[in-house]
């Protein structure tokens, strides 16, 4: 039996490691042991990854649109194609008339060779922003200076964890042993989130908040901690800087205010408090949908100031954990200097509509590492404009729906077909996934693509290297200089990152222009430009509309964003006495409509919903759309990023004629 190393590719907080054996079957996937976070414990996700591999979906040719049809290409003529295509449009408007559509649907470091192959002609057209992070990820900068988080193992030395927005149950299963196992040392669990979530069974105590008003909350928990002196004097004096305006504006949210914003109720606001000031060291791990709000950032830096006031930044068990940047400017990039190109960029939350008006038009579109139809706010705009650029080009493992909808299809190799480097915004080690196969019919591997296109384009300066492993020797070649790290090394298991502390700012060196933590500062002010913090969703005119309902769209436990997903239809979950309001039983079908657009579900009852809330989950579609042909794009306060839980709903019975 041959196990070969592995590791996955996929946007995923808890980053496994693989061991991979080929057999008669296909693959069988494996955890690593030698991965000390994830300690052999695969989830269904990297199980569907190597189940795709041999999928009778999957793509193994590259496939040219004619008609309502397919015609197979070689990859010559495939190459010849797109070269041909690039040319023109440089020819016709320059670089800005090709459109890069790509995210993290692979975070091997090579699939950064995409964006240096379109920065070395010039720059193009492309996203800036976020889909999915962007508002918590600027407030954090906005902050501390950086976005940095405590280990996972440092938090069995908290006393109290708060689970804010977050559902590691379901979206960071590797993170439960670590919560149990402080739990079991005398720490107490507590929930926040509109939905009684899974991670609630194991919980101390839920807090069920009204979608959106979480800013809200954090204000009123730091009006009560200032109103009772319970905060932490000496370290507010010694690292934060704009604490005075930070206690005129958490003046304002009063408990009984806050109550009526939240549905949180004042005792047990008040008892939130005082665990948060007196039970410490507290760590808050925060979720991504409680930042999906026009004032998601705005949500984040409230939180980062109750966290600042009660003293729990930068020790043991105490912290504000969301992402980090620890292996920023430790590797080489991959991507060109900015003096090199410049591009023509539009923010996540409204590029379609940016660039159905754009000059000079878009006229050849590539998509890499995505699915924009299904993932982006604004589905049936999406279309609109698919429909009228005239070529575009998708790099997938499978047809997904923006595959369908475009001209010429190339088939790339899955995480197991190649070998990459894989490092994330969450985990503290570095995985180097070695090649356990040969791609599957004609497929290769996305960066050996970007790397032949570039060498019929002229561009062999800025593509030295030939070879995969040649580009990550690059890589990590400052590793290799500093600490020793080479691929033979990582070839023996994953490393953990030697750069990366297990106190997040255990030095209290800030990385703000003032040094210290800020909680009001010029840049901040200028940023958020005529942006009001309110810490509530925009609402007032949707539900004068008629739109009285919270809708929130959040990850199914078994797909991730479009990956993985079913094409089965929809189901939005509904409290009790919602679905009695529309005569709704289990098991019918209603009308979600927002807005926007419209679509049909099948109805759930759950008493773990919030009374005024629709959840409708992302990862199913019904004839190629998904939910997001509800959601209009608002962009966020700071961040740029994609405001999906800003919407309102209403719902009706659907009646068959």
């Known amino acids: 039996m041959?196990?070969?190393?592995?590791?996955?590719?996929?946007?995923?907080?808890?980053?496994?490691?693989?061991?991979?054996?080929?057999?008669?079957?296909?693959?069988?996937?494996?955890?690593?042991?030698?991965?000390?976070?994830?300690k052999g414990f695969v989830c269904s996700k990297g199980q569907a990854l190597a189940k795709r591999v041999f999928s009778p979906d999957?793509?193994?040719?590259?496939?040219?649109?004619?008609?309502?049809?397919?015609?197979?290409?070689?990859w010559d003529q495939a190459y010849a194609l797109l070269t041909e295509k690039i040319k023109e449009t440089l020819s016709d408007v320059g670089p800005w008339g090709i459109f890069h559509h790509y995210d993290y649907g692979n975070n091997g470091v090579l699939r950064e060779l995409d964006q240096r192959f379109f920065q070395a002609l010039g720059g193009v057209t492309e996203p800036r922003g976020s889909m999915c992070w962007g508002a918590g990820?600027?407030?954090?900068?906005?902050?501390?200076?950086?976005?940095?988080?405590?280990s996972r193992d440092d938090l069995e030395d908290a006393r109290t964890i708060v689970l804010w927005g977050r559902d590691p149950a379901v979206t960071n299963v590797h993170l439960i042993p670590h919560l149990l196992a402080a739990k079991k040392r005398g720490a107490r669990v507590l929930v926040i989130n509109p939905i009684r979530v899974k991670s609630a069974e194991f919980a101390d105590a839920f807090y069920q908040v009204k979608p959106g008003t979480d800013g809200a909350l954090a204000l009123g928990l730091s009006h009560i901690i200032l109103r009772e002196r319970w905060q932490d004097t000496r370290f507010i004096q010694d690292y934060v800087h704009g604490f005075e305006e930070f206690a005129r504006r958490s003046k304002e949210f009063s408990p009984e205010k806050v109550e009526a914003i939240t549905g949180v109720s004042v005792k047990e606001i008040t008892d939130l408090a005082r665990s948060i000031s007196h039970s410490r060291p507290v760590s808050f791990i925060l979720g991504y949908g409680l930042q999906r709000y026009v004032s998601g950032g705005n949500t984040v830096r409230a939180i980062d100031g109750l966290a600042a006031i009660s003293g729990n930044i930068g020790w043991a068990g105490a912290g504000v954990h969301y992402a980090h940047q620890y292996h920023r400017g430790k590797m080489n990039s991959l991507l060109l200097s900015p003096e090199r190109y410049q591009s023509r960029t539009y923010p996540h939350p409204i590029l379609v509509e940016e660039l159905l008006k754009a000059n000079p038009p878009v006229q050849l579109a590539v998509v890499t590492r995505s699915n924009p139809l299904v993932q982006q706010p604004n589905s049936l705009l999406w279309r609109e404009l698919w429909r009228k650029i005239p070529f575009k080009v998708v790099l997938d493992t499978v047809l997904t729906e923006t595959a369908r909808q475009s001209n010429l299809v190339l088939p790339v190799a899955t995480i197991f077909e190649e070998e990459e480097l894989v490092r994330t915004s969450w985990s503290p080690l570095i995985h180097y996934a070695q090649k356990v196969l040969e791609p599957q019919g004609e497929a290769q591997a996305e960066p050996m693509i970007f790397i032949e296109l570039a060498k019929r384009l002229g561009l062999e300066k800025d593509f030295p290297y030939a070879a995969a492993r040649e580009w990550l020797e690059f890589v990590i070649g400052p590793l290799s200089?500093?600490?020793?790290?080479?691929?033979?090394?990582?070839?023996?298991?994953p490393i953990y990152a030697p750069y990366i502390p297990r106190v997040a700012w255990e030095d209290k060196d800030f990385k703000t222009p003032s040094g210290k933590i800020e909680l009001s500062s010029e840049l901040a002010r200028e940023e958020q430009g005529e942006a009001v913090a309110t810490y509530m969703p925009t609402e007032d005119q949707e539900d004068k509309a008629g739109f009285p309902?919270?809708?929130?769209?959040?990850?199914?436990?078994?797909?991730?964003?479009?990956?993985?997903?079913?094409?089965?239809?929809?189901?939005?979950?509904?409290h009790p006495d919602l679905a009695d309001k529309y005569r709704l039983n289990h098991g019918d079908r209603a009308i979600i409509e927002t807005v926007y657009g419209q679509l049909v579900a099948s109805v759930a009852i759950s008493e773990d919903i919030h009374p005024q809330t629709v959840v409708l989950p992302e990862g199913t579609t019904s004839e190629g759309l998904g939910v997001n042909q509800l959601i209009l794009g608002k962009c966020s306060d700071i961040g740029e990023s994609t405001s999906y839980y800003d919407m309102r709903c209403q719902i009706r019975k659907w009646f068959l004629d």
């Not at 999957?58 to 070689?74: I, M």
């Not at 990850?555 to 979950?573: R, T, V, Y």
């Open 481 to 493: 200089e500093a600490y020793g790290i080479t691929l033979d090394t990582l070839a023996q298991g």
């Open 137 to 150: 990820y600027r407030a954090q900068e906005l902050d501390f200076g950086g976005v940095y988080s405590n």
């Open 2 to 38: 041959t196990l070969v190393r592995s590791a996955c590719p996929l946007n995923c907080p808890d980053g496994c490691a693989f061991l991979v054996e080929r057999t008669k079957n296909g693959l069988r996937v494996k955890g690593d042991p030698l991965n000390s976070i994830t």
């Open 549 to 574: 309902w919270h809708l929130i769209t959040p990850h199914p436990g078994k797909a991730l964003h479009s990956q993985f997903h079913q094409d089965d239809g929809f189901i939005m979950f509904l």
């Open 58 to 74: 999957r793509l193994r040719f590259p496939l040219l649109r004619q008609g309502q049809g397919w015609q197979r290409l070689s």
